[in-house]
T-cell receptor, first 117, second 112 residues
Framework: AQSVAQPEDQVNVAEGNPLTVKCTYS??????LFWYVQYPNRGLQFLLK??????LVKGSYGFEAEFNKSQTSFHLKKPSALVSDSALYFC???????????????FGAGTRLAVHP | DGGITQSPKYLFRKEGQNVTLSCEQN?????MYWYRQDPGQGLRLIYY???????QKGDIAEGYSVSREKKESFPLTVTSAQKNPTAFYLC???????????FGSGTRLTVV
């Protein structure tokens, strides 16, 4: 079955330190991968995506993600965390078996990032 | 500015009552989706639609209904048959297979 796993419910990091939020996936064929961020009582905001090309993808707010095909991972990273980065982060992969031309995404359970001053 | 508007932001439902959540987009996207978000469970697909007057059940469609009479609008009705409707509901749209989703700001539904 196609799936996305975010193994950490919460990640704690001190402001100014690098952060990593982990994501692994299982899909048939080439993966289309996405990261979204959600602030309290808000919708999800797009951060970045990997479709093809360079394994290191740069996105919004200084975030980047590294695609690793052999490890089936797409970890989200930022060199220097800010308190304002504290939010819920979701990894998603396009469901390649979904029919009818729809762009269905499979979401992970989310990882709460807490950045401490 | 283009985007997706969900209303209301908060909604309270009494037992046995049907309620309708609004979703409107001005992005000219063909596909629209409804997801339900519960703590620790990620997002689960309720219904989706690619074109006007066509929609399909997602993974958890029981107790929900939708309509797509206009490209811009995709309202979700939570019926009395949905036994545990308290959740955060998210509407999304997408233009094609290479694009992710654009999300609305969500509606929090609570049963009282």
């Amino acid at each position: 079955a196609q799936s996305v796993a975010q193994p950490e419910d919460q990640v704690n990091v001190a402001e100014g330190n690098p952060l990593t939020v982990k994501c692994t996936y299982s899909v048939s064929g080439n993966p289309y991968l996405f990261w979204y961020v959600q602030y309290p009582n808000r919708g999800l905001q797009f951060l970045l995506k990997y479709i093809t090309g360079d394994n290191l993808v740069k996105g919004s707010y200084g975030f980047e993600a590294e695609f690793n095909k052999s490890q089936t991972s797409f970890h989200l990273k930022k060199p220097s965390a800010l308190v304002s980065d504290s939010a819920l982060y979701f990894c998603a992969v396009r469901d390649s078996l979904f029919s009818g031309g729809y762009n269905k995404l499979i979401f992970g359970a989310g990882t709460r990032l807490a950045v401490h001053p | 500015d283009g985007g997706i508007t969900q209303s209301p932001k908060y909604l309270f439902r009494k037992e046995g009552q049907n309620v309708t959540l609004s979703c409107e987009q001005n992005l000219n996207h063909d596909a629209m989706y409804w997801y339900r978000q519960d703590p620790g469970q990620g997002l689960r697909l309720i219904y989706y639609s690619q074109i006007v007057n066509d929609f399909q059940k997602g993974d958890i469609a029981e107790g929900y209904s939708v309509s797509r009479e206009k490209k811009e609008s995709f309202p979700l009705t939570v019926t009395s048959a949905q036994k545990n409707p308290t959740a955060f509901y998210l509407c999304a749209s997408s233009p094609d297979l290479l694009y992710g989703y654009t999300f609305g700001s969500g509606t929090r539904l609570t049963v009282v």
